[in-house]
């Protein structure tokens, strides 16, 4: 049934989802906007953008939802409400990492130091955790596992 989702309420579709009560031309007005703000050169600025545009309609769309299902006479009688944050926490996530992808480049373009993005892996294993170098040592495991990287100084 999970691959009516997008069939049903657009929010997994390939294309832009219809927001009720609102027309392609407000998502047009929306995108002009974003556009003259965020001031996009070249193609790959300008999907990022675009994206952006995307993602921000698309929180409208699973707001419109939420407040649907909400006004119903038994509101969290259903699951609906769990899989429509859901998919607010996952296209929240896509629009933040738009936004970041778009300011990097911007700021690469403009001759920025801009250092590599930082990524961490975090475990809820404790089992995978190494124990501190030295028993009097009971510093956070994490400090731990980055300061046994050797691609991490302290320079950094």
């Known amino acids: 049934m999970s691959s009516w989702n997008s069939t049903r309420h657009g929010l997994l579709s390939n294309r832009l989802p219809p927001l009720y009560g609102r027309s392609k031309k407000r998502f047009n007005r929306l995108l002009r906007s974003l556009q003259q703000d965020l001031e ?21 769309v699973a707001a419109w939802h939420e407040a649907e ?11 609906s409400i769990d899989r429509i944050l859901r998919y607010q926490t996952t296209t929240n996530r896509q629009l933040f990492q738009a936004m970041n992808q778009l300011e990097r480049l911007q ?7 801009v250092p590599a993005p930082l990524t961490l892996a975090v475990s809820h294993d404790t089992a995978s955790v190494p124990a501190p170098r030295n028993q009097n040592d009971d510093c956070d495991p994490l400090v731990v596992l980055m300061s046994q990287d ?7």
Request: charged share 40%; proline share 7%; no cysteine.
């Open 150 to 156: 050797p691609q991490i100084t302290d320079e950094e």
């Open 107 to 113: 700021r690469l373009r403009k001759g920025d130091n």
């Open 69 to 79: 299902d909400l006004s119903r006479e038994k509101p969290f009688g259903r699951t």
């Open 40 to 60: 996009p050169v070249g193609a790959l600025e300008e999907v990022l953008v675009e994206k952006i545009a995307q993602e921000y309609w698309r929180l409208g």
